[in-house]
């Protein structure tokens, strides 16, 4: 396999962008990317996005965005594997030039769900789910995490208002970052006073529904010596799946398809756990970011907890997290999160990061859970 | 870049499966596919499919196919290109092995469109047009197409009863084909007498709304040396695109996605239109097949219909095409038919057509267009 590179990141910022159409938005994100790589128009576009056919009545997006985008004549796709779509789109973006069948392409996570009642996409998320054994019978996203999450605190005995420390921490980081959708402080207080939407979740263990689009350049070893003096390297690439439906897993805290996938990334990029810089982790929600510390392998199971309480998940911490604020306070928008994740870690490498920049940063990983942790992508990307 | 091999293929009749659900049709034509192959479990599946989550309330396609067929936490996405997802699956999973990242995989074409009524999927089917500036207006998929036909044949004077033959020859070839959904005869008569739908595009101009699924197994070069003694060879592999809607375009019946797809394809195979010795082509309108036959270079533009009707596109024509029945007779699941083409020219390479087997057959070509030729895909394959 060819080496590749990212060379150019752009995003939007994340929120409720009822004024500027799909096309729009996905359109200035692939465009930005390029002009940070000083590029001309890519050979290929893999749009990341789940939602575009139930929310917005699009299809056929590759084209529709290759279009607006003025990359004429281009090979694009879309494609979906649900929350993890973002980290889909620039999984497909790596194969087509670690092939050889393209030398630039742009990876683009997109989505739009905030036009019509909350209700609507609540339901549409549930697609993600299985449609017939679990969405048909009426549970949401937020209620098959509260199963999760119940089953967590009786199983290691940890106290609910613990998981605050998660919150706190992707709000403080996303104070300093412009394209983050809640750039407020939450406190503990603030957690403990929380609305309960499906017990034991309340509002703040909950990221928000939102708009935006993220994209990234990537290219080959010798575009990227042309291109930029400092590129950034994909060291491991990997996607890994589970069983669609809850019901039908042995252990459900174990998280089997992250542990997969993380192992095939460390394997690849020649890493482990204690390698790793910072961690943009999925946390959509808090008992999600608890699972993926454990799964991953950073910490033991049952231990998420205390390490996060431990300080080790702050920007100064032994393990820096949801450095721009993560899913929970930069917003997500559910197929672009894990382009905005890929964006987020150039930035730290790159030491572009602003007030929350990690120091030494070399090696980060960026982590986009689909589904209830049923289709995994990761990366580890390297200077 | 790696050489590409298929070694497997499946498929379930095309029909109206309303007692089966998507992941049993997915996962039929993956498992056949995967015993015609010899192999065991494949270390990715890509699902092409368009309307999942619009008329199944179901994304997330790659981790539920792999589940429901036992494919255990491999690799898996769904690609979306409109009506040419399924060739995009197939191009994803090449350029997949092409990586290196993968040795033996899978690409799935599936679609269930017949369980609820039909005006749902027609507005689905929209999706795959501009939403916003074409679909928005109530334009349909067929109304489109009609556009097309209307100015063919006022800009060449040919007469609409000629397109006909396109009608008779994949009836003629689908009478043969277990899996084909439309397996009587058309006469000409039939086709004067076609109920208007959109004029001109009369009831047997168009393909069905249908359900169905196939597959593809592809694999190394090594690995298709242990697992065939006749596997078939992918020689040339391309996606383009060209503006999604049809007002921005300079000349629509020049179609130069179509054009651009093949002459790429065409590079990479080191073929040209003489040497191929049968067309799968997009035969969703009538009006398509003629247009697919000119913007590929078989013949001069205005040209299809007189290459037609002097017998070409038979099974002992100069090119043989729609060679199992077409997506016109066979039946056009519109996340599939790319699939189905690949299946059906493997079938002829390796001499399994039955009756319509096409003699010294060794090079095919099979195209997948999306949208309002927005979106193509081209494979070439060869023995």
Same mark, same amino acid.
């Given at each position: 396999?060819?080496?590749?590179?990212?060379?150019?990141?752009?995003?939007? &910022?994340?929120?409720?962008?009822?004024?500027?159409?799909?096309?729009?938005?996905?359109?200035?994100?692939?465009?930005?990317?390029?002009?940070?790589?000083?590029?001309?128009? !890519?050979?290929?576009?893999?749009?990341?996005?789940?939602?575009?056919?139930s929310?917005?009545? #699009? /299809?056929?997006?590759?084209?529709?965005?290759?279009?607006?985008?003025?990359?004429?004549?281009i090979?694009?796709?879309?494609? /979906?594997?649900?929350?993890?779509?973002?980290?889909a789109?620039?999984?497909?973006?790596y194969?087509?030039?670690?092939?050889?069948a393209h030398?630039?392409?742009?990876?683009?996570?997109?989505?739009?769900?905030?036009?019509?009642? =909350?209700?609507?996409?609540?339901?549409?998320?549930?697609?993600?789910?299985?449609?017939?054994?679990?969405?048909?019978?009426?549970?949401?996203? %937020?209620?098959?995490?509260?199963?999760?999450?119940?089953?967590?605190?009786?199983?290691?005995?940890?106290?609910?208002?613990?998981?605050a %420390?998660?919150?706190?921490?992707?709000?403080?980081?996303?104070?300093?970052? &412009?394209?983050?959708?809640?750039?407020?402080?939450?406190?503990?207080?603030?957690?403990?006073?929380?609305?309960?939407?499906?017990?034991?979740?309340?509002?703040?263990?909950?990221?928000?529904?939102?708009?935006?689009?993220?994209?990234?350049?990537?290219?080959?070893?010798?575009?990227?010596?042309?291109?930029?003096?400092?590129?950034?390297?994909?060291?491991?690439?990997?996607?890994?799946?589970?069983?669609?439906?809850?019901? %039908?897993?042995?252990? !459900?805290?174990?998280?089997?398809?992250?542990?997969?996938?993380?192992?095939?990334?460390?394997?690849?990029?020649?890493?482990?756990?204690?390698? =790793?810089?910072?961690?943009?982790?999925?946390?959509?929600f808090?008992?999600?970011?608890?699972?993926?510390?454990?799964?991953?392998g950073?910490?033991?199971?049952?231990?998420?907890? !205390?390490?996060?309480?431990?300080?080790n998940?702050? =920007?100064?911490?032994?393990?820096?997290?949801?450095?721009?604020?993560?899913?929970?306070?930069?917003?997500?928008?559910?197929?672009?999160?894990?382009?905005?994740?890929i964006?987020?870690?150039?930035?730290?490498?790159?030491? #572009?990061?602003?007030?929350?920049?990690?120091?030494?940063?070399?090696?980060?990983?960026?982590?986009?859970?689909?589904?209830?942790?049923?289709? =995994?992508?990761?990366?580890?990307?390297?200077?």
């Amino acid at each position: 396999m060819r080496e590749v590179y990212i060379v150019g990141i752009g995003q939007t &910022p994340v929120g409720e962008h009822w004024d500027r159409p799909l096309r729009e938005l996905g359109s200035e994100a692939a465009c930005a990317a390029i002009a940070d790589a000083k590029a001309e128009c !890519p050979q290929a576009l893999f749009v990341g996005n789940m939602l575009s056919g139930s929310l917005c009545s #699009q /299809e056929n997006l590759g084209t529709l965005i290759a279009d607006f985008a003025g990359f004429k004549g281009i090979e694009a796709v879309k494609i /979906e594997a649900a929350c993890a779509s973002g980290g889909a789109a620039v999984r497909a973006a790596y194969l087509a030039v670690a092939s050889g069948a393209h030398d630039l392409v742009v990876a683009l996570g997109v989505e739009k769900m905030t036009d019509l009642p =909350i209700d609507i996409a609540t339901t549409a998320l549930a697609s993600a789910a299985d449609a017939d054994y679990e969405a048909a019978h009426g549970i949401t996203f %937020t209620a098959l995490n509260a199963l999760m999450m119940r089953l967590y605190i009786e199983r290691y005995g940890v106290r609910k208002d613990d998981f605050a %420390t998660f919150i706190v921490n992707a709000h403080n980081h996303a104070k300093s970052n &412009p394209n983050a959708m809640f750039r407020q402080s939450v406190t503990l207080e603030d957690y403990a006073s929380s609305p309960m939407v499906a017990e034991p979740i309340c509002i703040l263990d909950s990221s928000p529904v939102a708009d935006g689009a993220a994209a990234v350049v990537l290219c080959s070893a010798e575009r990227a010596r042309s291109l930029s003096d400092r590129p950034i390297r994909i060291l491991g690439s990997s996607l890994a799946t589970d069983t669609i439906g809850l019901g %039908t897993r042995r252990e !459900p805290l174990s998280c089997e398809a992250i542990r997969r996938s993380a192992q095939l990334a460390f394997k690849q990029a020649r890493v482990g756990p204690k390698d =790793i810089d910072l961690l943009e982790m999925h946390d959509a929600f808090s008992i999600v970011s608890a699972l993926s510390l454990e799964a991953n392998g950073f910490v033991e199971a049952g231990h998420a907890l !205390p390490f996060a309480l431990e300080g080790n998940i702050g =920007i100064e911490g032994s393990l820096p997290c949801s450095t721009l604020g993560g899913l929970k306070a930069r917003g997500h928008p559910v197929g672009a999160s894990g382009a905005y994740q890929i964006v987020e870690a150039v930035q730290q490498l790159r030491g #572009q990061a602003g007030k929350t920049q990690v120091k030494d940063c070399r090696v980060a990983m960026a982590q986009s859970v689909g589904g209830l942790a049923s289709v =995994i992508v990761t990366h580890i990307l390297g200077n």
